[in-house]
């Protein structure tokens, strides 16, 4: 993702932070999570390097992968928007799902993947999710779902909306069950994604400074008079907010799911 | 292309204004010249019944929204007090305050105990503003679940009334967590082992309506639209002018038909002769008929059949195509 950004004429071992603009060494920013180590900045993953920093070592096994979305509404320029999105990221839609193992704890994960038209949500993504949820539900495993999402996919209409309470409805199922679900807010986590099952995780973390809101930023400050905090709709201003339960750095993620995980299993075993 | 529904209806304004005028003259006419206006009168009913016919015999997507917003249609506390009797409005989300957005309460509907919710518009300025223009807050959703559970707790089935352009989105509403409220909202419809009906009847805005909107059964009528996003915003994003809204509404496909060819609501409640806001009577009995057979179908089925009915239905939503899997 951050390959564009390359400092120039450096052949490629080194990389410029979006944050602070430094020009960092690959490896070292790599070894480092593509965190920046001056300024802090959790550069966005994709789906493969969140599965590889998160789960035990080739745990990761996808499911659904021959799920694809269908341009139901003819929609202005959709069936483009797919075809170049598949191409630019090798897989098929904005969330990949599957199992895998935390620290030998079996769980049933879905990952978000900002890459692929902004992470947004539409028939695929909500079949992915609640097919992850109803897995948890059905084994009674945790599920573990990383969100990175603008919201709802606008091209596919109110199929698109209905995924909010479809996604949803699956929560219930894992709550029923006694299956725990954890949502992890990534760099952004926004509008129909956080206002479903997002919101409605048993625990939910967040890596720094990601955005978390409901609506667009300038949205919201035209719709009152009300001054707007400085971090306003970062996962530090929900934090503050009450909606979610820790910001956890990237380099404490897997240590901390992995705690909740066998605590919340505990239960039940 | 008009952009609000007064522009678009304005030959029928210029019309209603004559016919009133003809009226009027009819009046204080003369016992000779009574004929003649009367026949006046009736040559502008016939041309405004015609104007009527070939205007709302033909509504795109775009007029749909329109009329949708019509600021004449009747809102949910007009169906609310004409359906039900005893309605005692009750208010608060007993955690930060009251959301005038989002109005219900203990009500009989055909003499049977129910639980009532519905998003409410304002009709003058005052008003609008008072009712935050249907626009939510938090407090509105956790009041909405409140009463969800109450009406769980004493086995009381769940009519709500959708009609909001969008939640709120402002500063406040984030903070108190306007994302978690409808997310919370939606789950406790799920997890109701009473019946609901959830009618859609007018603005039926992403977010914020299907917020009380996971019900059992979903009715819409037909001049209503249902979106994932306000044309305006979609045509902002695709065009970056929202001047195209009516491009965008149909490249949504918003209306009530197009939501039922797609199995997202159950049912499309016709609307009287040249929309529901020229006649609150006969659009108030038809949703009043059809919540009492919806009602009537859900009555049979046991608190675990409904929860598996709401499930099985809202989970069919979608289009996916799925190939074998490759390994
Ligand atoms: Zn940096």
Known sequence: MLGKKKATGLDGSFVQCLGCKKTLFRREFEENLFVCQMCGHHHRLSWRQRAEITFDEGSFSEADAGLRSVDTLEFPEYREKLESAIAKTGINDSVVSGRATLDGVPVSTAIADFSFMGGSMGSVAGEKITRTLERAATDRIPAIVFCASGGARMQEGLLSLMQMAKTTAAVAKCREAGAPYIAVFTDPTMAGVLASYASVADVILAEPKSLVGFAGARVAAQAQVMKVPDDFQKAEFALRSGMIDKVVERRAMRSTLSSLVRVLIGGSR | ?327
């Open chain 2, 1 to 327: 292309m008009a952009k609000s529904w007064k522009e678009w209806e304005k030959p029928l304004l210029e019309i209603d204004e004559a016919l009133e005028k003809a009226r009027e003259i009819a009046k204080k006419c003369s016992p000779t010249e009574q004929v003649a206006a009367e026949e006046r009168i009736a040559y502008f009913e016939q041309r405004r019944d015609n104007i009527i016919r070939v205007m709302y015999s033909r509504l795109g997507p775009w007029e749909k929204v329109l009329v949708a917003r019509a600021e004449t249609r009747p809102y949910a506390l007009d169906y609310i007090t004409t359906l039900f009797t005893d309605f005692v409005e009750l208010g608060g989300d007993r955690r930060f305050g009251d959301d005038h957005a989002i109005v219900g309460g203990t009500a009989m509907f055909q003499g049977k105990p129910v639980i009532v919710v519905g998003q409410q518009k304002g009709r003058n300025i005052q008003d609008r503003q008072y009712r935050n223009f249907a626009m939510a807050k938090p407090e509105g959703y956790r009041k909405a679940i409140r009463l969800f559970e109450m009406a769980d707790r004493f086995r009381l089935p769940i009519v709500s009334f959708v009609d909001t352009p969008a939640a709120d989105p402002g500063v406040e509403s984030e903070s108190r967590g306007i994302s978690e409220a409808i997310a919370a909202s939606i789950l406790k419809m799920f997890e109701l082992n009473v019946p609901s009906v959830a009618v859609i009847i007018g603005e039926g805005g992403s977010g914020g309506a299907i917020g009380i909107a996971a019900a059992n059964k979903v009715l819409m009528l037909e001049h209503s639209v249902y979106s994932v996003i306000p044309p305006e915003g979609c045509a902002a994003i695709l065009w970056r002018q929202p001047a195209e809204g009516a491009k965008a509404a149909a490249a949504l496909q918003l209306t009530a038909q197009s939501a039922l060819d797609r199995g997202l609501i159950d049912e499309v409640l016709p609307e009287p002769f040249g929309g529901a806001h020229r006649d609150w009577e006969t659009v108030t009995k038809t949703v009043g008929n059809a919540i009492e057979a919806s009602l009537h179908t859900l009555d049979s089925l046991s608190p675990a059949d409904l929860r598996e009915q709401r499930y099985a239905k809202f989970r069919a939503m979608g289009r996916v195509a799925e190939a074998a899997p490759s390994a």
